[in-house]
């Protein structure tokens, strides 16, 4: 009676977590593009990610400038997370199935302790969401260079320090 139950609750709660990262069936992303899955933000983090926005543009100096004119996008850092808290990434890791610059397909504990990153994607101009849906990451360029998060060539922020 009890093993009914206990599969569940464990279907539940993976299923709850499928609802808050979600992974597109083939390859979602170009080979040029950090995303490995989208998400929405919680309005928390979204909050967040807007102080974060702000201080980086704030701090922008002549050359920092120069980048924000190449697009209206910046990606902020509005949470970090590891691999294991997301059902399906540390087999996509271990198969090599999304962007990581370090190989994480022979020891399972070290590919569920990756870092992932929950960006936030914004429009400078305005400092208002370019998308409702945020990225998750592994790897980013250097902050304050241009890549593309999801579909959207962006200025990386990080958590908003030049």
């Known amino acids: 009676m009890k093993f009914p139950v206990l599969i569940a609750a464990l279907s539940a709660v993976g ?11 083939g390859t979602p992303f170009g080979p040029d593009d950090y995303a490995i899955a989208l998400a929405q933000p919680y309005p928390a983090e979204a909050r967040l990610a807007q102080l974060r926005l702000r ?20 990606a902020v850092q509005a949470y970090e997370l590891t691999a294991g808290e997301v059902p399906w990434l540390s087999h996509k ?11 994480y397909a022979n020891d ?8 992932v990153k929950f960006l936030v994607l914004f429009d400078h101009r305005s400092e208002r969401l370019a998308s409702p849906d945020g990225v998750l990451v592994i790897d980013t360029p ?3 260079a241009i890549g593309k998060f999801g579909g959207f060539r962006a200025v990386y922020a990080g958590t908003g320090w030049w």
């Open 15 to 25: 299923l709850g977590s499928c609802a808050l990262f979600y992974s597109q069936s």
């Open 55 to 74: 201080n980086f543009l704030s701090r922008a100096n002549a050359r920092a400038r120069q980048v924000l004119q190449q697009t209206p996008y910046v």
């Open 93 to 103: 890791l271990g198969f090599g199935k999304v962007r990581a610059i370090e190989h």
């Open 108 to 115: 399972f504990v070290e590919r569920t302790s990756v870092p």
């Open 142 to 144: 250097s902050k304050g």
